[in-house]
């Protein structure tokens, strides 16, 4: 009795150890090599609204590099969106549909037209924009069958929404200046301040093309340039001090949240043009999710990581960072925005 009680205690002492090994495996961080300035980690939760999250992350690190410090809301931009396709829904007799999901590209377009303000300002932890989505369709059809009219449609649509979420705001305030919420986007940026990113061999490189994926809803369109002048553009604009907005598949079975890593099945082989290629050709790399890219770091072996803020909360090793593998980034980056130089 005593052997096997000694022997018990041996095998969890032993299955401990190798948890514990684990564990630490996982937790190791790779050297920083650089990282940029960067606003806390912010959560979507059930929202389709990456694109804008981490677009709206990119252009609060490029304003923090020119020393202005912008924490900006998501759900306002998220509200304009929301009403801009409600009125398709209804102009459409129901057939254009709602959908919040989008490219980061699009952001841009929609800070643009509609302006911005301070994250404190408009944001609210119990939002479930899905359920909106259900309560506008849902309003526009009765509206249509009782033949209201647009104006009165979207007056019920402004009172729903000023109750769900925040009664729009007429004026910024920051620094003892009063801004529009136009006035005060165009303070942060400009649709043209960005150039967006790809690298895939059905079109020709150095050319630009709208790229098709299904989020791309306002049919933009990219510079296409070789996969290795685009990971060394990625990588100087992190070294100048610049975040990088990443879009890209996040389907892959070592692409974890809850350890804070990604990289893809066989690392020791280094992705080409061609295996890119390929995987997106056959929908094996597919339009996800998007992050800001805010660094560089690199393991003891020398294997290099991509760090990563991510928009789903601080719940992982890493506070909400990701690090993302060199090959990782090389096979399943669909796009990429980066402030022009």
């Known amino acids: 009795m005593k052997k096997l009680v000694i022997l018990l205690t041996l095998v969890l002492s032993l299955t401990s150890c190798h948890r514990e090994r684990q564990v630490q495996q996982i937790l190791q961080k790779p050297q920083t090599e650089c990282l940029v300035k960067t606003t806390p980690v912010k959560d979507q939760g059930a929202s389709e609204l990456c694109w804008i999250y ?3 992350a990119t252009i609060e690190s490029d304003r923090l590099m020119e020393g202005d410090s912008v924490n900006l809301s998501p759900q306002f ?3 304009k969106y929301l009403e801009e ?7 459409s007799g129901g057939k254009e549909k709602i959908s919040m999901r989008g490219m980061s590209s699009m952001l841009l377009h929609l800070l643009s037209r509609y302006g911005m303000t301070h994250y404190d300002a408009f944001h609210r932890d119990d939002v479930d924009f899905r359920v909106l989505t259900r309560k506008i369709e849902q309003m526009a059809l009765v509206s249509m069958a009782e033949r209201k009219g647009l104006t009165a449609f979207r007056k019920d649509i402004g009172g729903m929404l000023d109750e769900s979420l925040h009664g729009l705001p007429r004026y910024v305030f920051m620094l003892g200046a009063e801004y529009t919420t136009l006035e005060f986007a165009h303070s942060l940026c400009h649709e043209d301040d960005y150039e967006a990113l790809t690298s895939f061999t059905h079109h020709p490189f150095g050319s630009r093309f709208v790229l098709e994926t299904p989020d791309n809803h306002f049919h933009d369109s990219f510079l296409n340039v070789p996969l290795d002048t685009l990971m060394n553009r990625i990588e100087k604009t992190l070294k100048s001090g610049h975040a990088v907005c990443w879009e890209g598949d996040i389907s892959e079975p070592k692409f974890s949240f809850a350890k804070g890593i990604a990289k893809i099945e066989n690392e020791q082989q280094r992705v080409t ?3 890119r290629q390929k995987a997106f050709e056959q929908r094996q790399t597919t339009d996800d999710h998007c992050m800001e890219i805010i660094g560089l770091a690199r393991t003891e072996k020398g294997s290099r990581y991509f760090i990563c803020k991510n928009s789903w909360g601080t719940e992982n090793p890493f506070g909400g960072w990701m ?3 060199e090959n990782y980034l090389r096979a399943k980056t669909l796009a990429v925005w980066m402030k022009k130089s």
């Open 85 to 91: 396709q409600a009125d398709r829904f209804y102009l």
């Open 54 to 56: 981490a677009m709206l």
């Open 273 to 275: 043009q061609e295996m």
């Open 323 to 325: 690090y993302l593998s």
């Open 77 to 79: 931009i998220a509200r």
